[in-house]
Structures are given as C-alpha cells and as structure tokens.
C-alpha cells in the first residue's frame, strides 16, 4: 500500500495527540507506530504530537535512527515533536541520553553525566560532503579498536556506507543523513543504522518501474544495474554492492525500511540472498538496518584488502 | 607516459563529484601523453558513483582495447580493482 504524505492539515485538527512509544523501539515497532499515526491523520498531521516515552525498556540501534529520522520528517511536515515520561530517567532514557538524543532534539542532556558508551557511536546527523572523512577517520578506526580487525579488512564497510550516503544525496533534497552505531561484545556482532527522509525508495524506483509494491520496489532497487539515473553516470550498483558485500559473503544481514515496504536481506549461499517482506506500517524516508557479525569478518580469507596493480581481463 | 595519483588529485575516492575532478584530469593528460598510470596509493576504498564518473566517460570516447591499452592502475586493492571491474563491466558491451 502506497502511503501519501499528508500536505493539507485540517483547520478542524485541534487536538495534539499523545502517542505512547512502544516498550522496544526497533525498525518494525516505529514503523508500525508511524503507519498507524499516518493512518490516523487522514487530514493532515497535526501541528504538535507528544511522544510518550514512560512505557519504553529497550531500545535497538535502527530503533535511534528510525525514531530521529520521524522526528526530524515531521518537523520537516511542519509538526512539532514533543516529549512527555522521560524525565524519569530509566535505563532505556540514560541509553537514549547517552547516545546524545535528546542533545540533538532538546539542545541538551538530561544528565550532565551523560556520554557516549564505549560500544556506540552516537546520534550523528551527518551531510554527504562530510560522512566519508568521517567513516575513514572516526568510524572503521573505532570498530577496527573494539573488535581487533585492522582496518584494512573494514574497508568494503566503509565502502557500504558511502555508498548509501552516496544515494542519500543522489536521492533526497535534503543531502543529510543520521546514523548510529553500536557494538555488542558478547554476541560479536556490530549493528549499523543509517536513515534519511527523502522521498523513499518505492518512489525514485517506480519512476523507472512503475506499478511496483513498496516491498517489490526495494528489492527492484538492490538489483544490479538498476538506476532511476539520478545522475547521469549512475549505474545501479551502490545498493547491489551492500547486499553483495554484507550478505553475499554470508558476514550480516540487512533490514531496508522504506514508506511501506522493509525487506530483510538474508544470506542463502555463496553471493546468493533471500528476502523476507514484512507488512509494519510507515518508515519516512529509508532507514538501513544493518548487522554484522564480526567474527565472520575475521575468518575471512579473501584478500580483498590485499595491495595489488589491476590485471585486466 | 605520466603518472596521475588520485590521493593528489582528490584526496580521496569517494563521490561523484570528486569521480568527475579526476576524469578532467585524466583527459587532459590522455591529449597530451599516450599512456597514463592511475595510482591509487593512499586510497582505501572507492565508491561506484566515483568509478563511475571518473572512467566511463573516458570508457565512451575509445574502444576497450584502447583503454586498457593506454592506462594502467596501480597500487590498488583487490577490493578496489573488484568495483572498479564491475563498474566498468556494467557500462556497456565490453569484450572480455
């Protein structure tokens, strides 16, 4: 189902409504929460929504980005966020508040004593003229720290990310993207969540292939050669060479939300991935969801980051 | 023959925009000298959209021969030669 953004608001939508976030804030439960606001505003959003936050336990790293990402599209919509329950600062709130959250929509911590965790990197709201200095200055030099792999072998994850943000500005006015990062050292496994508002995926790709469901488009858009040629030497390969890096080696897997569509891409075989389509509700924009397994990026023997002089074929 | 470094040229290997300063740069040594070698010492990663603005054009204005007869890519990765096959692959029908 096609989802519309709201463009009038209804003179007659006087009340702001309060929306109790859920117990886990993850990709699938904001996209719910999102279909199921957008659906409850057919006339318009409203100029002011309060998020609850008193009932929420745990928190995942697509559920950061995907929940700023919101705010910041409905502030874009003209709607004002606002929070409620989240002075009583719970494990999940001083998470949220470590993660400079409420810095980025309040102007400030709810605790001086708050900080980044040594296994995230925090809330960033990065542009496209600066994400790839930072992936190679800031990101892969911290995950090559906190899991023992040189940084060398974290090359084709840097790859990855320019390549979204690559698409992010190819495909959205607003060449801004937030990401978030974190690390958990028992389960060897790095969670990377990367989100934009632009116009979604279902949309750039049904103006070259129309007719598509939002779940069909996104798995259309990953396809290899695949360009709504945005720019004109584009080629379809920045979504193709996520999936083919990430899951084709079999070291992760891949959740894409996008308008009304997600799709887990999940290892089959050697280069080869399945999808699993899911029915949640809304995502604004793109949010990645992305998983690697750390311990999988170690035993790899390919010698991708080996030096070489090309050999042509 | 003349030597282009890509580190020096755009710093790094990232954007379309950048893909495009190294093009212009390859095109004015290609009128001048007949063989140029492209070093990406330095570099740690490329993307598509540099690739893709930096040699297809070059790639549309001769035949594959001629390309790969005239320039040479050294002090790569293998991640790196990888995307730029495949780049090169996808724009158009190029003989193996």
């Known amino acids: ?313 | 023959m003349v030597v282009i470094e890509v580190i020096r040229t755009t710093c790094s290997a990232d954007t379309t925009s950048q893909g495009e300063a190294l093009r212009a740069s390859l095109e004015r040594a290609m009128r001048e000298h007949k063989d140029i070698t492209l070093s990406f010492s330095g570099i740690s990663a490329v993307t598509s959209s540099f690739i893709n603005a930096s040699l297809l054009p070059i790639l549309d204005t001769m035949a594959f021969d001629e390309f790969k007869a005239r320039i040479k890519i050294v002090n790569s990765t293998r991640l790196i030669n990888d995307i730029i096959k495949r780049c090169l692959l996808r724009g158009g029908s190029l003989a193996a």
């Open chain 1, 1 to 313: 189902m096609i989802r519309h953004l709201p463009v009038e608001v209804d003179a007659c939508m006087t009340i702001d409504p309060t929306i109790q976030l859920p117990s886990t804030l993850c990709g699938s439960t904001l996209a719910k929460l999102a279909g199921d606001l957008v659906d409850g505003c057919p006339n318009g959003l409203p100029k002011t929504i309060t998020f609850d936050f008193s009932k929420l336990r745990f928190i995942e790293p697509a559920g950061v980005a995907f929940f700023n990402n919101l705010i910041l599209w409905l502030h874009y919509q003209e709607t004002h966020a606002m929070f409620m329950g989240h002075t009583h600062v719970t494990p999940s709130i001083k998470f949220l508040d470590d993660s400079l959250f409420f810095e980025q929509h309040l102007g400030k911590k709810l605790l001086p004593v708050s900080a980044p965790r040594s296994t995230t990197r925090p809330l960033e709201k990065i542009s496209n003229d600066k994400i790839h200095s930072w992936l190679e200055l800031n990101l892969i030099p911290w995950m090559s720290s906190k899991t023992g792999i040189r940084q060398s072998k974290l090359q084709r994850f840097r790859t990855c990310v320019s390549e979204i943000f690559n698409n992010i500005q190819d495909h959205t006015k607003y060449d801004l993207g937030s990401i978030f990062v974190q690390f958990y050292p028992k389960k060897n496994i790095i969670r990377i969540a990367i989100s934009d508002f632009g116009n979604g995926i279902p949309e750039s790709v049904r103006k070259r292939a129309g007719g598509l469901t939002d779940h069909e488009a996104i798995i259309q858009a990953v396809q290899i050669g695949f360009t709504t040629k945005s720019k004109p030497t584009n080629q379809g390969m920045g979504l193709n060479i996520l999936i083919e890096t990430i899951v084709g080696n079999n070291i992760g897997r891949v959740t894409i939300y996008s308008l009304g569509g997600s799709v887990l891409f999940y290892n089959l075989g050697p280069r080869s991935y399945g999808t699993i389509p899911a029915h949640y509700g809304f995502a604004p924009g793109t949010t990645f969801d992305i998983e690697i397994d750390t311990e999988a990026i170690k035993s790899l023997d390919d010698g991708m980051d080996e030096e070489e002089d090309l050999e042509w074929w």
